[in-house]
């Protein structure tokens, strides 16, 4: 049976190491669909009903603004699980965001 694409951004997404993040963009390539950052949007926000879980606060957008932080609860908890890893946030936006991008393309 063939993977639906929200199965496969989920499978995607377990993949990125504690202390990186990564785009919807950039997991939209890397999946094949690269005009669909908005899909990987969609299925982000259910990432909170899949099992197993889903490291979810570790997408961003493409300038490294945290766009998903109301789909938790609080809000603040995007922020704070990143920070547990070591990322700085500042202003919902992650300092250094180059330095902590994961790209699937290139480490996978």
């Known amino acids: 049976m063939e993977q639906s694409f929200y199965d496969q951004v989920f499978e995607l997404v377990r993949l990125i190491p504690k202390g ?11 999946l ?24 979810a606060h570790r997408v961003v957008n493409s300038s490294g603004l945290l766009t ?24 919902d936006k992650i300092q250094n965001f180059k330095k902590h991008f994961w790209d699937p393309l290139i480490e996978l």
């Open 20 to 30: 990186r993040v990564t785009s919807y963009g950039a997991i939209a390539r890397s």
């Open 32 to 55: 094949g669909a690269g005009g669909s950052a908005r899909m990987v949007g969609y299925a982000m926000s259910n990432a909170g009903f899949a099992k197993p879980k889903i490291p």
């Open 68 to 91: 998903g932080k109301f789909h938790f609860k609080p809000p603040e908890r995007m922020q704070e699980l990143l920070e547990k890893e070591g990322i700085v946030v500042k202003g």
